[in-house]
């Protein structure tokens, strides 16, 4: 059963459809590959604003008061919270363990969010109160629905005997939407819990090489090399760079203009090439073998 914290990504979801974004399909058969990983958000998912968090880049502060009540926050005399200050946290945080060791830090929405709270005068909330807070508010900036043909991909490669996984810039509201799309973990899912990777988890993100490199520890303890596993995601830097530099190949979604990142003006996408180009997730069905 969902915990009630969470219940507000699900209750929030509607209905959406992929916007075209002109980029031609790259297909070719790949038969070595034994594992598929996923990103979520922009590929399993369609996201609202293409990304987890990034709402907060456009959001003006709107949805936070009608997410403290939701969460059952009374700030007292105390004014709400802006989006500046929430932003200002999220900064000061990654500030404090940006490190060679750490090139990307991940927040954990829940411990910014208390602590912005906090920061503002507002407190006597409890734990469970700054999770749904958390919940609430991305629900309202960032609504999500599955992406056309993500379940039957997914039935159908799991299917096939290969192993499947996620690496993806998640918070602990993300796993519910994971589980309504493919089972819960433990029980039904579709996905090998050792080939999961949340960056909430970590508090690294990508295109940081951590998340990646915990992938492909997994990977080798189930038998596969990395470059016996394609990994899918819509972000040319955060997914196709950053996988192909763990030595995984590559597919870059393209099949949602909300979520579709080229990012070409980083110069690390030179000479950088997918192994394929997916404008559908059906595609990849028929890039690979019926049984691996």
Not at 20 to 43: H, K, Q
Not at 72 to 82: E, M, N, V
Not at 274 to 284: A, G, M, Q, S
Request: charged share 25%; aromatic share 6%; with cysteine.
């Amino acid at each position: 059963m969902m915990s009630c914290w969470c219940e507000a990504i699900l209750r929030r979801r509607h209905e959406m459809s992929p916007l075209p974004t002109g980029v031609t399909s790259r297909l070719s058969p790949m038969p070595e590959v034994r594992a598929v990983i996923f990103d979520v958000y922009g590929t399993l998912l369609i996201s609202g604003t293409g990304d987890v968090g990034a709402a907060d880049e456009k959001d003006r502060g709107g949805h936070i008061v009608p997410a403290l009540r939701a969460a059952g926050i009374d700030c007292g005399r105390a004014a709400p919270p802006t989006i500046d200050q929430l932003h200002d946290q999220i900064h000061r945080t990654n500030r404090a363990r940006e490190s060679a060791e750490c090139p990307k830090p991940e927040v954990d929405i829940v411990e910014v969010w208390r602590a912005t709270l906090l920061a503002c005068g507002i407190d006597g909330f409890s734990t469970e109160q700054c999770h749904r807070l958390a919940a609430e508010y991305e629900a309202r900036v960032n609504p999500t629905w599955p992406m056309p043909g993500a379940q039957r991909v997914l039935s159908e490669l799991h299917g096939s005997d290969r192993p499947l996984g996620i690496v993806s810039n998640a918070q602990g509201f993300t796993l519910p939407l994971v589980q309504e799309l493919a089972g819960r973990f433990g029980v039904d899912s579709v996905f090998d819990p050792n080939l999961c990777v949340f960056s909430n988890r970590y508090r690294q993100a990508k295109p940081g090489p951590r998340l990646f490199d915990v992938l492909c520890d997994g990977l080798r303890r189930a038998g596969i090399s990395p470059h016996q596993a394609i990994y899918v995601g819509n972000d040319r830097l955060n997914d196709v760079w950053a996988a192909s530099q763990a030595g995984l190949r590559t597919a870059w979604f393209v099949g949602d203009r909300r979520s579709m990142r080229d990012r070409q003006d980083d110069p690390r996408m030179q000479g950088l090439s997918e192994d394929l180009v997916l404008t559908d997730l059906r595609e990849l069905l028929d890039c690979l073998p019926e049984s691996c």
